[in-house]
């Protein structure tokens, strides 16, 4: 088994060698498209709080009870 990273001539096609070298190459716009997709694919959704989720949604259970003496 290979120790290295990339792609071996004999296994893959030319242009799968030469798909993998541009996607591998600071100076090549599929490597910054390639870093962007992962950049944007990595982002944590959106959590956004509902009340039923995580606390009571009662209404008695967020005011003060000596109100209703």
Wanted: glycine content about 2%; aromatic content about 14%; hydrophobic content about 20%.
């Amino acid at each position: 088994m290979s120790k290295t990273k990339g792609v071996s001539s004999k296994t893959h096609t030319k242009k799968q060698c030469d798909d993998y070298a541009n996607q591998h190459n600071p100076n090549n716009k599929a490597y910054l498209a390639n870093r962007q997709n992962k950049k944007a694919m990595s982002r944590k959704p959106d959590r956004s709080f509902y009340l039923g989720d995580y606390a009571p949604s009662e209404w008695f259970c967020y005011s003060n009870p000596f109100d209703f003496d």
